[in-house]
T-cell receptor
Framework: EAGVTQFPSHSVIEKGQTVTLRCDPI?????LYWYRRVMGKEIKFLLH????????ESGMPNNRFLAERTGGTYSTLKVQPAELEDSGVYFC???????????????FGPGTRLTVL | GENVEQHPSTLSVQEGDSAVIKCTYS??????FPWYKQELGKRPQLIID?????GEKKDQRIAVTLNKTAKHFSLHITETQPEDSAVYFC????????????FGQGTELSVKP
């Protein structure tokens, strides 16, 4: 079974530019999560999709971040315009949704390392 | 909101020794506590988890204990091996909050041969 994949693995951009990160979850996983780890700190929740719907976006830092999951398959996270503090590793995770509950194992992708100069 | 504190931030042990990593959480409604291991350059992977109705869970050399009264949980690794070297993250999940995980700051474990 293919795991969660993310693209690109690394991205270096200048402040003010736009970057789009992509996540392909495990096939059949309705739950998709975005997390971010900044400067060796904790992994912080950004948002949660159930299929194509945003279930919880309480962790999104501000309106420069836009996440989509059209069709309920892959997801994109766009940062526009990027700021220095957006640098970090962005992880995507997916899990099964059974019986309306979300306590199944979350499988993580390898992450995208974003550097904003 | 929920907050998870993890200690220590770094831990160095000799091969064969035990390692213990501790986490505390703030919200008593937390009901699920996974532990993830992230080896250098790789993705975080679940190594063990525990639900709030259980006090202890063991899987070969790793075990997790949960004290709901004190709101803390710990990861225990016995007979450590060099391949146990990694960053370990604890996390908590709040009841009825979707699948959002709140992570601790991570512990970098180094096992010296």
């Amino acid at each position: 079974e293919a795991g969660v994949t993310q693209f690109p693995s690394h991205s270096v951009i200048e402040k003010g530019q736009t970057v789009t990160l992509r996540c392909d979850p495990i096939s059949g996983h309705d739950n998709l999560y975005w997390y971010r780890r900044v400067m060796g700190k904790e992994i912080k929740f950004l948002l949660h999709f159930v299929k194509e719907s945003k279930q919880d976006e309480s962790g999104m830092p501000n309106n420069r971040f836009l996440a989509e999951r059209t069709g309920g398959t892959y997801s994109t996270l766009k940062v526009q315009p990027a700021e220095l503090e957006d640098s970090g590793v962005y992880f995507c995770a997916s899990s099964l949704r059974t019986g309306g509950l979300d306590l199944n194992e979350q499988f993580f992708g390898p992450g995208t390392r974003l550097t904003v100069l | 909101g929920e907050n998870v504190e993890q200690h220590p931030s770094t831990l160095s042990v000799q091969e064969g020794d035990s390692a213990v990593i501790k986490c505390t959480y703030s919200d008593s409604a937390s009901n699920y506590f996974p532990w993830y291991k992230q080896e250098l350059g790789k993705r975080p992977q679940l190594i063990i988890d525990i639900r709030s109705n259980v006090g202890e869970k063991k899987d070969q050399r790793i075990a997790v204990t949960l004290n709901k009264t004190a709101k803390h949980f710990s990861l225990h690794i016995t007979e450590t091996q060099p391949e146990d070297s990694a960053v370990y993250f604890c996390a908590s999940h709040l009841y009825n909050q979707g699948g959002k995980l709140i992570f601790g700051q991570g512990t970098e474990l180094s096992v010296k041969p």
